[in-house]
């Protein structure tokens, strides 16, 4: 039992150490008598429960230090942290239904449930059904599989501990895989990036350099101001609206991830498509509002149309 509990608390804290395995033997030895149903499923949920209620209250008092830090320790911080925003602005609480489902998901989506201003009561209440669906799932999944689980436990076993060495080493290159790859990205634009020194110093001259916020509407939505002069434009919208942005001008691209891997990403992909003139700015927004830089507000799509 205390191995159930600690295994889906590391997993919910967000370390890169499944649960999944523990559950299904939960399952397993429940079958043959030999463990408590009722009792894992509770374990579970109250794994789930403690983990994510210490994100929700970093997220409500922390917000963006704490996005800062999932950032940082995420394999892919981007993309993982870009999606769970869309999905948790377009399902609300539903998507926290099936958010442990996704690998990634489980722990950026209670931090933007506080950032969100979401109550406590609410949130614990679809977490725990949540949570509850999450370890019944894979427990019951366990349970009426119990004999091919034994089985692939017995052969397993059979096999010895190069087995268990195979799977580690391929855990461990997997990981130093993604993070190779991360760095390679950072390393190439590394040379080319601009400080927001540099940036405001073309501002105050006067050059017309063109700035691109890279955001999501839902970061937008938590914290809606860019710097001044900058343009919005997500992501997902950079191949379809590149048409739109000028080829002779000197493009300034920035995001909130503190390693800068979005804003990479994008330089790289403009690059591609012909844009010689591109950088991504050192530090993202933060730096720039650390410097205390002129900001504007945002306003969406939905205002700029009513105005219109």
């Given at each position: 039992?205390?191995?159930?509990f600690?295994a889906?608390?590391?997993?919910?804290?967000?370390?890169?150490?499944?649960?999944?395995?523990?559950?299904?033997?939960?399952?397993?030895?429940?079958?043959?008598?030999?463990?408590?149903?009722?009792?894992?499923?509770?374990?579970?949920?109250?794994?789930?429960?403690?983990?994510?209620?210490?994100?929700?209250?970093l997220?409500?008092?922390?917000?963006?230090?704490?996005?800062?830090?999932?950032?940082?320790?995420?394999?892919?911080?981007?993309s993982?942290?870009?999606?769970t925003?869309?999905?948790?602005?377009?399902?609300?609480?539903?998507?926290?239904?099936?958010?442990?489902f996704?690998?990634?998901?489980s722990?950026?989506?209670?931090?933007?449930?506080?950032?969100?201003?979401?109550?406590?009561?609410?949130?614990?209440?679809?977490?725990?059904?949540?949570?509850?669906?999450?370890?019944?799932?894979?427990?019951?999944?366990?349970?009426?599989f119990s004999?091919?689980?034994?089985?692939?436990?017995?052969?397993?076993?059979s096999?010895?501990?190069?087995?268990?060495?195979?799977?580690?080493?391929?855990?461990?290159?997997?990981?130093?895989?993604?993070?190779?790859?991360r760095?390679?990205?950072?390393r190439?634009?590394?040379?080319?990036?601009?400080?927001?020194?540099?940036?405001?110093?073309?501002?105050?001259?006067?050059?017309?350099?063109v700035?691109?916020?890279?955001?999501?509407?839902?970061?937008?939505?938590?914290?809606?101001?860019?710097?001044?002069?900058?343009?919005?434009?997500a992501?997902?919208?950079?191949?379809?609206?590149?048409?739109?942005?000028?080829?002779?001008?000197?493009?300034?691209?920035?995001?909130?991830?503190?390693?800068?891997?979005?804003s990479?990403?994008?330089?790289l992909?403009?690059?591609?498509?012909?844009?010689?003139?591109?950088?991504?700015?050192?530090?993202?927004?933060d730096?720039?509002?650390?410097?205390?830089?002129?900001?504007?507000?945002?306003?969406?799509?939905?205002?700029?149309a009513?105005?219109?």
């Amino acid at each position: 039992m205390p191995l159930v509990f600690g295994a889906v608390l590391v997993e919910q804290l967000g370390l890169p150490l499944p649960a999944l395995p523990w559950l299904l033997a939960a399952g397993a030895l429940a079958a043959t008598g030999q463990f408590n149903l009722a009792l894992g499923l509770l374990v579970t949920v109250l794994a789930c429960l403690l983990a994510d209620a210490l994100w929700f209250y970093l997220g409500r008092h922390r917000g963006g230090h704490v996005l800062g830090l999932l950032c940082r320790i995420s394999l892919e911080p981007d993309s993982c942290v870009r999606r769970t925003q869309n999905m948790f602005t377009r399902y609300g609480l539903r998507g926290v239904l099936v958010a442990k489902f996704v690998p990634g998901l489980s722990t950026v989506v209670p931090p933007l449930a506080g950032m969100a201003g979401v109550s406590a009561g609410r949130f614990l209440l679809v977490d725990g059904l949540g949570s509850l669906l999450y370890g019944g799932c894979f427990i019951f999944l366990g349970y009426f599989f119990s004999n091919q689980i034994q089985q692939i436990t017995a052969a397993l076993a059979s096999i010895g501990g190069n087995t268990l060495s195979l799977i580690i080493g391929a855990i461990v290159l997997y990981i130093g895989y993604k993070y190779w790859q991360r760095h390679r990205l950072l390393r190439e634009l590394r040379m080319a990036r601009i400080t927001a020194d540099e940036l405001r110093r073309k501002q105050e001259a006067g050059e017309e350099v063109v700035i691109l916020d890279l955001r999501s509407s839902a970061d937008l939505a938590l914290d809606p101001s860019l710097i001044r002069g900058a343009r919005h434009l997500a992501m997902d919208q950079i191949e379809s609206h590149q048409h739109t942005l000028p080829r002779d001008r000197e493009i300034i691209v920035y995001c909130s991830c503190p390693n800068e891997v979005s804003s990479a990403r994008a330089a790289l992909m403009l690059q591609r498509r012909g844009f010689t003139r591109v950088r991504p700015l050192l530090g993202g927004i933060d730096a720039w509002r650390g410097q205390k830089y002129p900001m504007e507000p945002w306003l969406s799509d939905v205002t700029t149309a009513a105005k219109a």
